[in-house]
């Protein structure tokens, strides 16, 4: 039983990566892209989330300042939501973007902003948040 459910669900991810890498490849390769000249332009990239996704910005930050794939110099990026991910978890997405919003404030207008969220409710309050702030945001 145990097994099954296990070769289910590692076949529904393979599934998943499948249809990202022939639906999403362009769009993801534009905000690599997006990161990368804003690194080579003095910016900086934050990342927030709640839940575990603040585990997931805290894991991206570390990777982009420590060494990913390859040795280099750390790269500057940090995750607004250092406190704990249980902390993040039980916050109000309303509290959470005005978190961030505060917290934007104090950076150049060179950096990238990720914003990591499962529930869809609050992806659109971010999404609607940050593309009104920041001029040209990618969606």
């Known amino acids: 039983m145990m097994?099954?459910?296990v070769v289910?669900?590692?076949q529904a991810s393979a599934r998943l990566k499948t249809a990202m890498a022939e639906t999403l490849a362009d769009d993801i390769a534009?905000?690599?892209r997006m990161v990368a000249d804003a690194f080579r332009?003095?910016?900086k990239v934050l990342i927030v989330g709640n839940g575990g996704s603040a585990a997931d910005?805290?894991?991206i930050?570390?990777?982009?300042v420590g060494r990913f794939r390859m040795d280099r110099a750390a790269l500057p990026a940090i995750a607004l939501?250092?406190?704990?991910s249980v902390l993040t978890s039980v916050a109000k997405t309303a509290a959470m973007i005005t978190f961030s919003a505060g917290s934007w404030k104090r950076w150049p207008p060179k950096a990238i902003f990720f914003s990591l969220s499962a529930p869809a409710a609050a992806r659109r309050a971010y999404s609607r948040r940050w593309t009104r702030r920041v001029p040209g945001a990618w969606p």
């Open 3 to 5: 097994q099954e459910e």
């Open 8 to 10: 289910r669900q590692l």
């Open 30 to 32: 534009g905000a690599a």
């Open 41 to 43: 332009g003095g910016g």
């Open 57 to 59: 910005a805290q894991h």
């Open 61 to 64: 930050a570390g990777e982009l």
């Open 81 to 84: 939501t250092t406190d704990t």
